[in-house]
């Protein structure tokens, strides 16, 4: 059950970027700012010294202390705090890596601001935002716990390894150099495991693999 209002922290070094989005958000009343931040370093400090936020709306980029380690930082000394990326970058590798720190959304800094109120929403009462950037079907899945471990049985040696390596980041290509493969048949694996597990992105395969502990993170 949320409380009346949803306690928030804003993370970014871009200090106008931080007050904008602060004053937009401090219009709508279900919605307060606790406090906001520059880096991950300047959070840990305030974090200390204020209320707990719910959510934390995390830049990538920072100086000190970027968002990807203060975001497993956030997941390893308050986990029920949850983090919600928001980035300039829209390719699969910040949010794979944000997804596995523990980040449970991830939006662009372009989105609305409606949208972001609601992703704020979202992400305090169920854990995850589901939007274009982190596959839907997945997370639901996740948030029930209810994907058949059948086809986890199946998974080759291989098939595992290109798991791994899809949570680095490395292009296809360079997965299939380095387990010494074509990329016509680093592509049929990929094919075959979206198929397999009804799933459409590299983002969604990740999450799997984590969520069936066939990698180590």
Known sequence: ML???INIAIVDDHTLFRQGVSRLLSEFEDIHIVFDAGNGAEMIERIKANTLPQVVIMDITMPVMDGYEATLWLKTHYPDVHVLALSMFEDEKPIIKML????GG??????????LVNAIKTIAQQGF???????????RAIQSNNLSRDPVMNISANEQRFLELCCLELTYKEI???MNLSPH???NYREALFQRFDIKSRTGLVLFAIKHELIKI
């Not at 991830?106 to 949208?115: A, F």
């Not at 589901?130 to 596959?135: A, L």
């Open 106 to 115: 991830y939006m662009l800094k372009e989105s609305k601001t409606t949208d």
């Open 129 to 139: 935002f589901i939007n274009d950037n982190v596959t839907g079907k997945l997370l």
């Open 185 to 187: 048949t680093i592509d």
């Open 176 to 178: 299939a150099d380095k």
């Open 3 to 5: 409380s009346e209002k």
């Open 100 to 103: 596995r720190n523990g980040a």
